[in-house]
């Protein structure tokens, strides 16, 4: 593949297509060298060593409500974003799939950016304007107490859109600026956090095909539900690749959590059952309803702790099944006999998962370079609390080595 290194040591974080650090080093696996590398190339202090739930580099107000996992990704990407928007000279971030609107809040009311918020979940957009007001009812009590710290303006909340985003066409809603710069012509950055599947496109292309969209930070997810053709492959150099063609199961385990799934294989406790608990359920799925492919199953908790019965007739429940259809206990002991042959499968699978999202993520990045346009790829969360860690960036400008400022942490 494009730029194939060998290294002896860690390679830098940056990814380009036209020099891809991709060995690391000869005691490797080919398909762990062969991936890009997911380490932040920076090094700085857990920011949870002092309470495993509170980021320590996220203002207090904006923990609220927010898982740790959340807490680290908004913070870093929206650092991010502000310094690609400084860069770039944006008047606006648009934030796609904004979801409750967790990155939003912290650009506009913690960074001072003006940003407008995509989501199609009406739910979701009216539980974000809930929250930005009872943020601002924060941030304005904690400015009388002590207002040379703390300022705030409400007029900086984000501006919440409720707009599905159509992947094969250009959405309106999207660009259209929130106010017109008086000086300039709008100058839009677009952001996504974790955008599910073709949504990640539709950034790539809004960025591609809108004069308006001057920058790009899009961090994907959910591969499984990209469309093929269409979602990939998007470059040309990709498309003539013999054997280019990624299935479902490929896609669907680039999702999973490696670093975090090493830690448990290395404990070998009883939580790696689920595996098998799960192979088994889909068999009796099958046998119950043939046409019922991938279904999702919702998390059933402590699973180990549960027999092997009681779990299929949650997962039954789970997907719209009878949960007293009949089981057959010989044939389910004998599925759980297989346990270690499940895990040993599902850990081979799982070694494909960074060198399936790399070959994704390549394309994505060929796509924009083969415009013309500048792009990269940065590691910017720790993969161990954040596995899609990786993030696009792009610019229709060269910005040279002002890349490197984007990797850096805030102190």
Known sequence: MAGSTGWTKPPPARHTAAGNAWGRGSDQSTAWALAFTRT??????????????????????????????????????????????????????????????????????????MVKSIEGDQQLVERAQHLDWELVQTLEKEAKRNPQVVQT???????????????????????????????????????????????????????????EVVALASVGCCYMKLSTPGGYPLSQWVAGLPGYKLPYRLREGACHALEEYAERLQRAGPALRTHCYRAALETVIRQAQPELRRPGVQGIPRVHELKIEE?????????????????????????????????????????????????????????????????????????????????????????????????????
């Open 40 to 113: 932040p190339g920076f090094q700085s202090p857990s920011e949870f060593q002092e309470n495993s739930s509170q980021s320590s580099r996220l203002p207090a107000p904006f923990r609220k409500h927010v898982r740790p996992k959340k807490q680290h990704e908004i913070r870093r990407l929206g650092e991010l974003v502000k310094k690609l928007s400084d860069l770039t000279g944006c008047t606006q971030v648009v934030d796609v799939g904004s979801g409750q609107g967790h990155l939003s809040r912290f650009m506009a009311l913690g960074l001072g950016m």
């Open 153 to 211: 303006s409400p007029h900086l909340c984000p501006h919440h859109v409720v707009r599905w985003v159509d992947p094969t066409s250009l959405c309106e809603d999207l660009l259209q600026p929130l106010e017109c710069p008086p000086l300039d012509r709008t100058r839009l950055l677009l952001t996504g956090l974790h955008a599910c599947g073709d949504l990640s496109v539709a950034l790539l292309r809004h960025f591609s095909c809108c004069p």
């Open 311 to 411: 779990y299929v007739q949650r997962g039954l429940q789970r997907v719209g099944l009878d949960p007293q259809t009949p089981l057959n206990l010989a044939t389910l002991q004998a599925h759980l006999a297989q346990e270690n042959r499940v895990v040993a499968f599902f850990s081979l699978a799982l070694l494909l998962a960074p060198l399936v999202e790399t070959l994704i993520l390549l394309d994505r990045l060929l796509y924009l370079q083969e415009q013309g346009f500048h792009a990269e790829l940065l590691p910017i969360f720790n993969p161990k609390l954040s596995p899609r860690n990786l993030v696009l960036i792009a610019t229709k400008n060269p910005l040279g080595q002002a890349f490197s400022a984007l990797e850096t942490e805030e102190s």
